[in-house]
């Protein structure tokens, strides 16, 4: 077997998996009344078919305090059938079933909880929710740690295979943990020992409701990656402590929610805190599962074989693929639908109160409603166009029954896929195209490539249904009357066409504006291959190391009429908008371009704050007059980056001939990948 170690099984306790992979938490709004439904068990019933040995499910509720509405709860017995049939079905499925039992302390929101105060073991404001918890008394901190064990109680009766204790991510337990948000003076603060306390007394609890041989596991942060609080070196001390306790696995993490520090996007490389589990590892004897953008199942085998962890945790890798072990295990590698870290339909979404999607798989979260069918009339199918609404339909067409052909007039498949994957951060986007490969070959779908048609070609080629999915074209820009200065288009450069010179000014600061910004700093800084050779060989001392890190040799400047930084989804944009400001690309929102020569170009816009009177608005909540300059950039290269418009030509010549014609994709509507692979996967549906 290619992966023996990750398919080799393992005990955690008394309880055998069938291999090592293990399906971590993730909030997904799907239970708004807290009881087990259909689109829930579906949801997770579907990881259970793809091979994964032990799925936790959760973070779980267990009170009116430390969750919120979308949660799944065993607040009270009512709870039990419902989760009982959903283990009975997890077991039908050959998946061993775990749940998350979180507080979330100071991170519960007060309108989430009919506006009562968020409990927390001091009253320190929380960065997360920008309130003020209320600091727990001694009879609350006794009622949370029962209501933990009751509800531990509850989910053994429920079916579930194991408990899972969340101590991540800056949650209540976390918060009793660190010295940043633990200043009590009684026996629950101060002292690492008196710290340790009460989440010492939540796993007594809990294990002395579920029985000794009842397995138990920990979710802790391995570094809280927040100043003043605890690290590695403190998360080791817990590992032990809760080995000493009687705990039978522990899952290592990264950080709290406030860091910032990336956790889950493309920003942080794969596997990019396995040496967080790593030191967890050594330092204990029971089984250590290692977190956070394993999205491979080579990287799972190294980490493994390493000796960094003895299970990989996944969340979002199967929430992309839920076939992902099955695949694995049988060496089609290929055939996975690797997660892209963009954290677009899955963490965005909760920022809203929404259900989890997935920007790759358009059936997640929609498994109980979705069900792939056989066409019962195949049809013949071409489709014009290769990028992602292409490929997506080609293959949920061709795996429906229908005869697929794809014309691509690109030398490869991809589309705008190739280009959206430009920046480092968005590189494992290009994991579509050899998925999309794969997929092809596997159903049969027939490629032809550098295959520019002519309409009167496709009209008479003869298909039953023609699909066009030709993407869309970057929009022009007219600049004032008399400016001399070539321009080009954000696509022009990541796509390699144009080479920009050091004083760049990019009209546009949306997502696309934004990313070429960084895109293009990077791309004249210190690459990671030469950090690695300064470091390694000693060549510089890693203060010179960092230095030239955090310079570029371009001087950058986004300009726009409008604010600078929109377009992307929640909580994805601010580690870009970090390394802007890293860079010193300059910014300038709300502004008018009067004028552009051959090495300049002219704006007018409101005149930058700085820090000091940002601060100042903030503690005062007066705003300062904006008072608007004119400014003069600097520029050898302008760009572009103002949206785009569907390329329908194509559609519109062939609308009145073709007996049966759809349009989807960017050449439709210019939108997200996510936006093309759910209208792809409609018109598959619907013929």
Same mark, same amino acid.
């Not at 929710?129 to 600091?135: F, V």
């Not at 009879?139 to 009751?150: G, L, M, P």
């Not at 990028?387 to 794809?406: M, S």
């Not at 704006?603 to 000091?612: G, L, M």
């Given at each position: ?52 040995a032990l799925v936790f499910v959760g973070g779980c509720r267990f009170d009116e305090y430390g969750g919120s509405p979308g949660m799944m709860s065993l607040q009270t017995d009512d709870f039990i059938p419902g989760y009982r049939k959903f283990t009975d079905g997890m077991h039908l499925r050959g998946a061993k ?152 696995l522990i899952n290592v993490t990264g950080g709290w929610h406030e860091t910032v520090i990336p956790q889950l996007t493309g920003e942080l490389p794969r596997g990019g805190f396995t040496y967080l589990a790593a030191a967890v590892r050594d330092a204990v004897d029971i089984p250590v599962a290692a977190s956070n ?80 069918? &056989? ?8 489709? #014009? $166009?290769? /990028?992602?609404? %292409? !490929? =997506?339909? +080609? ?6 029954g229908h005869d697929v052909t794809v014309w691509e007039k690109a030398g490869v498949i991809g589309g705008q896929l190739l280009l959206a994957a430009a920046s480092r951060a968005k590189r494992e986007f290009l994991n579509l195209v050899p998925y999309y490969s794969a997929m092809f070959e596997k159903l049969g ?51 390699? &066409? ?8 990019? #009209? $546009?600061? /949306?997502?696309? %504006? !934004? =990313?070429? +910004? ?170």
């Amino acid at each position: 077997m290619k992966y023996q170690r990750l398919f080799s099984p393992i005990r955690i306790g008394g309880l055998e998996l069938k291999n090592r992979v293990v399906m971590s938490a993730v909030h997904l709004m799907y239970n708004m009344d807290g009881y087990a439904n259909a689109r829930f068990s579906e949801f997770y019933w579907r990881r259970a078919e793809g091979g994964a040995a032990l799925v936790f499910v959760g973070g779980c509720r267990f009170d009116e305090y430390g969750g919120s509405p979308g949660m799944m709860s065993l607040q009270t017995d009512d709870f039990i059938p419902g989760y009982r049939k959903f283990t009975d079905g997890m077991h039908l499925r050959g998946a061993k079933a775990g749940v998350q039992l979180y507080h979330a302390g100071a991170y519960a929101h007060s309108i989430a909880n009919e506006g009562r105060e968020a409990l927390a073991p001091s009253a320190v404001l929380s960065k997360f929710t920008k309130e003020m918890p209320k600091e727990m008394t001694r009879d609350e901190i006794k009622t949370v740690i029962a209501k933990w064990a009751e509800a531990a109680a509850r989910a053994k009766r429920a079916g579930f295979d194991v408990v899972e204790i969340s101590a991540s991510a800056g949650y209540l337990i976390s918060q009793f943990l660190s010295p940043k948000t633990n200043l009590r003076t009684d026996e629950y603060g101060g002292s690492w020992e008196n710290r340790v306390r009460f989440p010492l007394e939540v796993v007594a609890a809990v294990r002395g409701a579920v029985g000794p041989d009842y397995p138990v596991c920990v979710r802790i942060a391995g570094n809280d990656f927040v100043p003043g609080s605890n690290t590695n070196a403190e998360a080791v001390l817990f590992a032990q402590r809760l080995e000493k306790a009687g705990i039978q696995l522990i899952n290592v993490t990264g950080g709290w929610h406030e860091t910032v520090i990336p956790q889950l996007t493309g920003e942080l490389p794969r596997g990019g805190f396995t040496y967080l589990a790593a030191a967890v590892r050594d330092a204990v004897d029971i089984p250590v599962a290692a977190s956070n953008r394993i999205n491979d199942p080579a990287l799972a085998e190294r980490v493994l074989a390493a000796g960094e962890a003895d299970l990989v945790s996944l969340a979002r890798p199967l929430i992309a693929d839920p076939d992902w072990p099955g695949k694995a295990e049988k060496g089609e590698d290929r055939l996975i639908r690797r997660c892209v870290a963009c954290n677009q339909g899955c963490l965005a979404k909760t920022f809203f109160a929404e259900p989890v999607e997935c920007l790759v798989n358009g059936f997640a979260g929609r498994e109980a409603e979705l069900k792939p069918r &056989r066409a019962k009339e195949p049809k013949a199918i071409l489709v #014009l $166009g290769a /990028g992602p609404a %292409g !490929c =997506e339909f +080609a293959v949920q067409a061709a795996a429906a029954g229908h005869d697929v052909t794809v014309w691509e007039k690109a030398g490869v498949i991809g589309g705008q896929l190739l280009l959206a994957a430009a920046s480092r951060a968005k590189r494992e986007f290009l994991n579509l195209v050899p998925y999309y490969s794969a997929m092809f070959e596997k159903l049969g779908v027939t490629l032809s490539l550098s295959k520019n048609a002519s309409p009167g070609e496709i009209v008479a080629s003869g298909f039953d249904i023609v699909v066009t999915a030709t993407g869309s074209t970057p929009k022009s820009i007219a600049l004032p009357e008399g400016a001399d200065m070539p321009v080009c288009s954000a696509l022009d450069i990541f796509s390699g &066409r144009v080479t920009a010179g050091r004083d760049v000014v990019i #009209l $546009g600061g /949306g997502a696309v %504006g !934004c =990313e070429c +910004a960084g895109f293009l700093a990077e791309e004249a800084a210190l690459s990671p291959d030469a950090l690695y050779f300064m470091l390694s060989q000693r060549s510089e001392t890693p203060e010179k190391a960092l230095t030239l890190l955090d310079r570029t040799r371009r001087s950058i400047t986004i300009v726009d009429v409008a604010k600078i930084g929109t377009g992307f989804e929640p909580g994805t944009a601010w580690p870009l908008m970090k390394a802007l400001t890293r860079f010193g690309v300059k910014q300038y929102p709300f502004a008018a371009v009067l004028g552009a020569t051959a090495s300049s170009v002219e704006i007018e816009a409101p005149e930058p704050k700085t820090r000091e009177q940002r601060a100042r608005a903030r503690e005062t909540g007066a705003a300062e007059p904006k008072k608007r300059i004119r400014a003069r950039i600097p520029c050898d290269t302008l760009i572009v980056a103002s949206g785009a418009l569907p390329d329908d030509r194509l559609y519109r010549a062939l609308r009145d001939d073709c007996p049966e014609i759809y349009n989807i994709g960017d050449s439709c509507r210019p939108g997200k990948i996510s936006d093309a692979v759910a209208q792809a996967i409609a018109l598959a549906m619907k013929l």
